[in-house]
């Protein structure tokens, strides 16, 4: 079966630290896999999108991902955190055979920055 | 840009009443969805459509209809609206194959 697990709903950093937010997802093949951050009381962003070729994908803000399909995850990574990066955030996939239109979310991770 | 309009952005309703929340989206995209998210739930799939015309069941379909009038406008319809659909909607569309979303700002419907 086709899924996305986010393990952590929820991770606290200080300002200024690294971040890394996991995805781990089920499907045979690979996938089109996203991030998406959502602000509070706004709809989701897109963050960064990767279809294949180089393994590290980067996104807006400073934002990174990794892919691994030996270990089936999609990882988000940022080097130094702002106090505005606090949000949650989606790890997503789209099938690509067999495409229905239907996107698989993982429930989310919500990130808290403390000053 | 790619724009994705919702109205309205609240939305107080009684229960047994009919609800429509509309979507606009300028991507010229096929794709279009409607979805609604709820603690704990992350966002769950209502209806989706692929083009003008077309609506298709998502993963909760039950309590709510769709109409895909034109490549533009995809609605979502509570015929008879209860509490238990009192959540945050949010309608979305995507291009294929890579199938990225563009999201609206969001419906926060309160149905009393």
């Known amino acids: 079966a086709q899924s996305v697990t986010q393990p952590d709903a929820r991770v606290t950093v200080s300002e200024g630290a690294s971040l890394q937010l996991r995805c781990k997802y089920s499907?045979?093949?690979?996938?089109?896999l996203f991030w998406y951050v959502q602000y509070p009381r706004q709809g989701l962003q897109l963050l960064l999108k990767y279809y294949s070729g180089d393994p590290v994908v980067q996104g807006v803000n400073g934002f990174e991902a990794e892919f691994s399909k030996s270990n089936s995850s999609f990882h988000l990574r940022k080097a130094s955190v702002h106090w505005s990066d606090s949000a949650v955030y989606f790890c997503?996939?789209?099938?690509?055979?067999?495409?229905?239109?239907?996107?698989?979310f993982g429930l989310g991770t919500t990130l808290q920055v403390q000053p | 840009e790619a724009a994705v309009t919702q109205s309205p952005r609240n939305k107080v309703a009684v229960t047994g009443g009919k609800v429509t929340l509309s979507c606009n989206q300028t991507n010229n995209h096929n794709n279009m969805y409607w979805y609604r998210q709820d603690t704990g739930h992350g966002l769950r799939l209502i209806h989706y459509s692929y083009g003008a015309g077309s609506t298709e069941k998502g993963d909760i379909p039950d309590g709510y209809k769709a109409s895909r009038p034109s490549q533009e406008n995809f609605s979502l319809i509570l015929e008879l609206a209860t509490p238990s659909q009192t959540s945050v909607y949010f309608c979305?569309?995507?291009?294929?194959?890579?199938?990225?979303?563009?999201f609206g700002a969001g419906t926060r419907l309160s149905v009393l």
């Open positions: 979305a569309s995507g291009g294929t194959p890579q199938n990225t979303l563009y």
């Open positions: 499907y045979s093949g690979t996938p089109y």
């Open positions: 997503v996939l789209s099938p690509i055979t067999g495409n229905t239109g239907k996107l698989i």
